[in-house]
């Protein structure tokens, strides 16, 4: 139980364009998803948290107007990278935390992004 | 703030070796903990959790003690497999609905 899919796992597109990578869970309700991005040596960044139905809280330092996350549903959350460019290359990891309280996160495989 | 200190990595250690992987915490609270798995090219699994102190959580022959009076949640194995190569991450949450706080990850190495 408690799987999470991300789509694309990887992607190849030219600089200026945009790129959408989905989360879903698949056998649970997820109020909350997160989005992280993963630098090398492994260290993980939180991006932003979405809460199904709002907007999403992004952390200082993340660009909202090129970060686009939509959370339209209790099992899909979206990420849009707006305007890519080759210093957006990266590991991106969606989360997706159950209903309820002290509950864990469970996380998708990850997108490789890769701006040409 | 919350953070979570863990041993730098890589730990290289051959097959059947006993595994320790150290994590502390700083946190206003009385957090949650868990370990996280990341093998390669993938995301990061859940591993084991506990949710107060003396709790020990326990998956795959992991295991991990919630220690309050330290504040210590040291991931250990008592035999590990050319399998469990994989980056761990120690991670804790406060309050039921907070977001998680991650260490910076360990790199296992375990050669045959």
């Known amino acids: 139980g408690a799987v999470v899919s991300q789509h694309p796992s990887w992607v190849i597109c030219k600089s200026g364009t945009s790129v959408k990578i989905e989360c879903r869970s698949l056998?649970?309700?997820?109020?909350?998803m997160f989005w992280y991005r993963q630098f090398p040596k492994q260290s993980l960044m939180l991006m932003a948290t979405?809460?199904?139905?709002?907007?999403?809280?992004?952390e200082q330092g993340v660009e909202k107007d090129k970060f686009l996350i939509n959370h339209a549903s209790l099992t899909l959350s979206t990420l849009t990278v707006t305007s890519a460019h080759p210093e957006d290359s990266s590991f991106y990891i969606c989360?997706?935390?159950?209903?309820?309280?002290?509950?864990?996160?469970?996380f998708g495989d990850g997108t490789r992004l890769s701006i040409l | 703030g919350n953070s979570v200190t863990q041993m730098e990595g890589p730990v290289t250690l051959s097959e059947e070796a006993f595994l320790t992987i150290n994590c502390t915490y700083t946190?206003?609270?009385?957090?949650?903990l868990f370990w996280y798995v990341q093998y390669p090219g993938e995301g990061l699994q859940l591993l084991l959790k506990?949710?107060?102190?003396?709790d020990k959580g326990s998956n795959k022959g992991f295991e991990a003690t919630y220690r309050k009076e330290t504040t210590s949640f040291h991931l250990e194995k008592g035999s590990v497999q050319v399998s469990d190569s994989a980056v761990y991450f120690c991670?804790?949450?406060?309050?039921?609905?907070?977001?998680?706080?991650f260490g910076t990850g360990t790199k296992l190495q375990v050669i045959p």
């Open positions: 989360s997706a935390r159950e209903t309820g309280p002290y509950q864990p996160q469970h």
């Open positions: 056998d649970f309700q997820a109020t909350t």
């Open positions: 979405s809460n199904e139905g709002s907007k999403a809280t992004y």
């Open positions: 946190a206003t609270g009385y957090p949650s």
């Open positions: 506990a949710t107060k102190a003396d």
């Open positions: 991670a804790l949450s406060l309050g039921g609905y907070q977001k998680v706080t």
